[in-house]
């Protein structure tokens, strides 16, 4: 079933205990369309970068099968550029530049052949354009997945509130979850943002796995314990590829097959944080990501009787 993506398409210089990059290609909705390809062949987007950005970096995702149609260019200005840096436990960083630049005035322009799509992903953006994209659509998709940060919750939260009423999934970090809800545990702070408008609630916790709730339902998806955890950065985004493509690829919304989609969103994150920004998932074979599903089962599968 058809996928449109729609986020930053960027310019990332990130810095991590394990070394610093210049600018290198990073966005939410690279890393999402990128962990998407992998579930589904049929995945558009809807961004825009400006005439500095690689035409490489684009043809690696028409090669991913993602149709770059609704990729607006725009002549003489520049890509959305933002900078982080990781603290010691890579859990939490600071932003230390977000240059808004072609994102400032982004007009979310849906090509003809766009509409009718199923699943609809919503990116990090400001809310008003996420909103935007909704209103777009001739036709609501079965599916509509978002993600936000903070920085919106600072300076938009009203629009935010606005576009949550219209969304089925909202993912967000667990500090995000506190901020929005004013509420320390994250199961009030479900409940209370699920009475916003999305009925599915994802909470990541970085290397603390991700819970999904919906009503008094609830589950929990480990991260795969690493080796190496390079750079953290785009691991939500690609969560959120995983989830939506797999979601996409077998057309099922119900709760069960979110639970499975969760395992296959975490797999996908659990690759891109192993090499700094979309190197790591630009090139996954199908032996590497079957063997990580095969080890999120062995970490989770337990056969216990219910009682003693
Ligand atoms: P994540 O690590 O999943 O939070 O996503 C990091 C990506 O989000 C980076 O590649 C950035 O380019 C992108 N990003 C950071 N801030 C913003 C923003 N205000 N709007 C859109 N994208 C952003």
Redesign the pocket.
């Known amino acids: 079933m058809s996928l449109l993506v729609v986020?930053?398409?960027?310019?990332?210089a990130?810095e991590t205990p394990f070394g610093k990059t210049d600018k290198i290609v990073?966005?939410?909705?690279?890393?999402i369309s990128l962990a998407a390809s992998y579930f589904t062949k049929s995945t558009n987007l809807v961004a825009v970068v400006g005439e500095d950005f690689p035409q490489a970096f684009i043809d690696h995702l028409n090669q991913h099968g993602v149709d770059t149609t609704g990729l607006q260019v725009k002549k003489g200005e520049k890509s959305?550029?933002?900078s982080?840096k990781y603290h010691t436990d890579m859990n939490s960083?600071d932003?230390l530049v977000?240059e808004?630049n072609v994102?400032a005035d982004f007009d979310p322009i849906v090509p003809e052949a766009y509409q009718n799509c199923e699943f609809l992903m919503l990116?990090?953006?400001?809310p008003k354009v996420q909103q935007t994209v909704i209103e777009r659509l001739q036709k609501r998709p079965k599916l509509v997945v978002m993600?936000t940060?903070n920085?919106?919750m600072e300076v938009a939260l009203d629009d935010l509130k606005e576009t949550l009423k219209k969304v089925d999934v909202l993912t967000i970090?667990d500090e995000e979850a506190r901020q929005l809800s004013g509420e320390y545990s994250l199961v009030k702070a479900a409940a209370k943002i699920q009475e916003m408008g999305p009925k599915y609630l994802i909470i990541k916790k970085g290397e603390n796995g991700a819970l999904l709730f919906h009503g008094k339902e609830v589950f929990f998806a480990p991260a795969l314990p690493l080796e190496d955890v390079f750079d953290?950065?785009?691991?939500?985004?690609?969560?959120?590829g995983g989830f939506i493509g797999y979601l996409a690829k077998t057309g099922d919304i119900s709760f069960e097959n979110m639970k499975n989609a969760i395992i296959f969103g975490s797999a996908m994150a659990s690759f891109c944080v192993e090499k700094f920004?979309t190197e790591r998932i630009i090139n996954l074979s199908q032996a590497e990501l079957d063997a990580r599903i095969q080890a999120f089962r062995n970490l989770v599968r337990f056969d216990i009787p219910a009682t003693l």
């Open positions: 986020g930053s398409v960027a310019f990332d990130i990073g966005g939410a909705a690279s890393y959305f550029f933002w982080g960083r932003t977000t808004l994102l990116g990090n953006l400001t993600d940060m920085f919106w970090n953290p950065t785009g691991a939500g985004d690609t969560f959120a920004g």
